[in-house]
């Protein structure tokens, strides 16, 4: 069967960033054809290789010290006809290509800055620009620092029309020229938005060359770790969940569903979660870690629960006989009854211990084993990825001016 090779990406239009490795190479059948050909055809180029999904089956190889994607996609004549959403890509390259001349190296300035500031990167766990947005972004504006004017004034909802598109909504729309059903920043966040946003003024008000090139964050040392976390007199709970190996972009929106569930439990409980944070460890196993800090983790051995109205009959006295031997009570508070009964967990730790089982951690991780560690546990099981996790952590910080 006919197969038709398409660079596309950065590498297609010199728009590709000092470094970066990745070369991604579609393999185009007919609309017609079998897409399993091209898949097939892309395991033969690349024989020692690992095949990744997207929406379907793709391949990934090393060759000569470049990460290179071989994806299959059909070849269609009309966006609008697109039969899985790999097959839009090739217009995009097209698009950019016949409106980015002499203005790559704008668009080369653009990735810098959002790389160095901490936006760049569309995939779930980044939750920021991609290459293709910042492209645009250019071509909207016109330059580097233009871009970085324009975006000095976004807000939430900001709109960019490059195209008649529909009616869509998010923290900023960049409609698709090739798909005008399509908001090509529906990977930012309201976050990565803001924080780009703030560094763009930052910029404009003071260039430096940090901002394209930051000064890396050495890893604090367990006993830097320990001290910080002694300053900062809050307790720290690791909820540690063995994951499938799985891309990222499946596993880290279940990590923060699981964040959101975990919180929740402990809120309702009583305990308060000051900050929390998620990481993805890979190597022999794949591990969820998720990171609480709690400035309430330790609560009284009584709590208080509170009921019906009195006037409730039927629910007031089945309260009061599923309660029957409270530590006080049960008394009349504003119309409702109130017993006070002994708390089953008063760390937050043992209530993570005995109770997470009976939350949802999301589709790919609730059969996983988890452990819960308490800040002490943490210290005394540190690993180089726990130490370069929890550095992050505790030195977050963005451009603010």
Known sequence: MACRG??????????????????????????????TAALEI?????????????????????IDGFDVDLVPCYDVSDPSRIKSAVDRTPFHSRYVSERIKGMEDDVLLLKQFMKGVGVYGSDLRTGGFSGYLA??????????LRVLEGASSWRPGTRI????????SGPLVVIDPVDPNRNVAAALTLDRMFQFVAAARCFLNSPDISFFFPPEVQRMHPDEIRAEIARRGTEFVLLEI??????DDVLYPQMRKAEAAVRGLLEREGFQVLRSDVDLVRGGDVRARLLLELSIWELPSVRRHTGPPVWEAE??????????????????????????I??????????????????????????????????????????EDLAEFLTAYLTKKVRIC
């Open 342 to 383: 002994p708390r089953r967990y008063r760390r937050a730790v043992d209530l993570l211990k005995g109770e997470i089982h009976r939350i949802s951690l999301g589709k790919h991780l609730s059969s996983g084993r988890v452990r819960a560690l308490s800040t002490r546990e943490i210290i005394e099981m540190m690993d």
């Open 6 to 35: 398409i660079l596309v990406g950065s590498a297609a239009r010199n728009t590709w960033l000092s470094g970066d490795r990745d070369i991604d190479i579609f393999l185009a059948v007919p609309e017609d054809g079998d897409i």
């Open 135 to 144: 492209e645009l972004l250019v071509i909207h504006y016109g330059s580097f």
């Open 242 to 247: 063995s994951a499938p190996d799985m891309v």
């Open 42 to 62: 892309a395991r033969e180029i690349a024989p020692e290789h690992e095949e990744r999904y997207a929406e379907h089956a793709y391949v990934h190889a090393r």
């Open 315 to 340: 629910h007031a006295s089945r309260f009061v006989r599923g309660n029957p031997s409270p530590l006080s009570g049960p008394y009349i508070d504003d119309g409702r009854l109130v017993v006070e």
């Open 161 to 168: 029309d490059l195209a008649q598109g529909a009616d869509i």
